[in-house]
Nanobody
Framework: QLQLVESGGGLVQPGGSLRLSCAASGFTMASYAIAWFRQAPGKEREGVSCISRSGTRTKYADSVKGRFTISRDNTKNTVYLQMNSLKPEDTAVYYC????????????????????WGQGTQVTVSS
């Protein structure tokens, strides 16, 4: 059964850092484009970042550009989201999502192209 499991969330002070992990089971992640999304209470889900199968192509939302870095280790079937200089407005549940691709593209930050989703991990940025 194909499954995505996020981890690494928690409570951090403004200006702090967290690294989220998205671990895949039941499939080989190397054939999939992966994205991170987030949803804050009362707000719509927002695309944060995406990464292509090989990891050579990435995209970021303007709100996180320069602060967040997406990466992947296909040997570990895991994608990461390094989050630095965190702000209170980064508080949300973070989800990873995956979809199989036939080429090395990052599918963008809309939810539509992604077929598989994790259960989410809470990130809270507060002093």
């Amino acid at each position: 059964q194909l499954q995505l499991v996020e981890s690494g969330g928690g409570l951090v002070q403004p200006g702090g850092s967290l690294r989220l992990s998205c671990a895949a089971s039941g499939f080989t992640m190397a054939s999939y484009a992966i994205a991170w999304f987030r949803q804050a209470p009362g707000k719509e889900r927002e695309g944060v970042s995406c990464i292509s199968r090989s990891g050579t192509r990435t995209k970021y939302a303007d709100s996180v550009k320069g602060r967040f870095t997406i990466s992947r280790d296909n040997t570990k079937n895991t994608v990461y989201l390094q989050m630095n200089s965190l702000k209170p407005e980064d508080t949300a549940v973070y989800y990873c999502a995956a979809t199989m691709t036939i080429d090395n593209t990052c599918l963008g930050l809309s939810a539509g192209p992604y077929d598989y989703w994790g259960q989410g991990t809470q990130v809270t940025v507060s002093s």
